[in-house]
């Protein structure tokens, strides 16, 4: 074995040097590669660098022998029952070489954990275009209970880009909610702490003092599109930070809770006539597409919500289409 110089390929742009490593060295550990750097063994560029340091592309890396790692592993796909598959791909709302925008529906876990056995990490490898393409990877999560737009990168650096995005405020999100009540003002920002209790399945979000320990800035932006006699409201909701339940919380504490939610907002979010889902859609993304320009998305409500915009006299018109700008 013996020193390898590898070459940060236009696709990896951005992408953290520990990433790096173990996309192309998976059975490096995090202790052990910190280590590398710390001793001058891995470099960029000649120079002494840091597990968190961000590659461009033509940069050389310095590999110093590393057992068992003289070609990069290969990202096998898992066998994937054929259903799935079809799940997955009936999700897709859009999709290019670079990424992928899926309209998850309500009830379906972004991630695996205590007790969930189907979620869309799991079925991933139904989204690759040929075999020996990267797996898709998640960009960001939506909650369980919360339909619509989830974003995926095609690969290592897309995702890097995309996650960066997110980072830097520059990724709108629009989300449209059914809620009991009417808020009042009809319009404004929500600037109310929240802070977590409890860990797990269990734990959930609450209002904070600015100064409790453990409080977190939040904020959100909401407007009233519709009501029904002050009974129930439409909102539209555009978070501006990205706390756990953020928008449920929120909602609650304007005393509004959102209709059907099951964690948050009591009896009082359980009214008779309705079907008792979560009415939290992510509606639209508009953000820089890692090609240049713009993209902007918007999904479908799901059933149970286009139920109830018709039972309220809501009317949400047609879903534009996907639209890139500029680029």
């Known amino acids: 074995m013996s020193v390898v110089n590898l070459t940060v390929s236009e696709d990896e742009a951005g992408i953290r040097l520990d990433r790096y490593f173990r996309r192309h060295y998976p059975h490096l550990t995090q202790g052990a590669l910190q280590k590398l750097c710390r001793t001058g063994q891995i470099r960029v560029e000649g120079k002494r660098v840091e597990a968190s340091t961000r590659l461009e592309p033509g940069q050389s890396v310095r590999v110093p022998p590393i057992p068992m790692a003289a070609k990069p592993a290969r990202d096998v796909p898992r066998p994937l029952d054929d259903k799935l598959v079809r799940e997955i791909q009936r999700m897709v709302v859009y999709q290019d070489k670079h990424l992928i925008v899926l309209n998850k529906p309500s009830g379906l876990a972004v991630q695996g954990g205590p007790g969930i056995t189907r979620h869309v990490d799991m079925m991933l490898d139904g989204l690759r275009e040929n075999p020996d393409d990267p797996r898709p990877r998640l960009v960001h999560r939506i909650d369980r209970d919360t339909s619509g737009l989830l974003l995926l990168a095609r690969t290592p650096g897309v995702a890097a880009k995309l996650a960066a995005s997110f980072r830097g405020r520059d ?21 109310q702490p929240l802070a977590r209790l409890g860990v797990g399945p269990g734990a959930i979000t609450v209002a904070a003092d600015r100064k409790d320990e453990d409080a977190q800035s939040a904020r959100t932006v909401y407007e009233v599109l519709d009501s029904a006699a002050r009974k129930f409201s439409w909102l539209g909701l ?12 929120h909602c609650e504490s304007l005393g509004t809770p959102i209709l059907g939610d099951p964690k948050y907002g009591g009896a009082t979010a359980h009214p008779s006539g309705f079907t008792d ?17 713009r993209l902007v998305v918007s999904a479908e409500l799901p059933a149970h919500m286009r139920e109830t915009f018709r039972a ?16």
Do not use: C, N
């Open 277 to 293: 889902q979560l009415h939290l859609h992510a509606r639209e993304l508009d953000m820089p597409h890692p090609a240049g320009g």
């Open 171 to 191: 990724v709108k999100k629009t989300y449209w909610a059914v809620v009991v009540g009417r808020p009042d003002p009809l319009s404004g920002e929500i600037d």
């Open 238 to 249: 555009s978070p501006l930070t990205g706390r756990t339940h953020q928008l449920r919380v």
């Open 312 to 327: 309220l006299g809501f009317t949400p018109g047609t879903t534009p289409p996907p639209a890139r700008k500029g680029g």
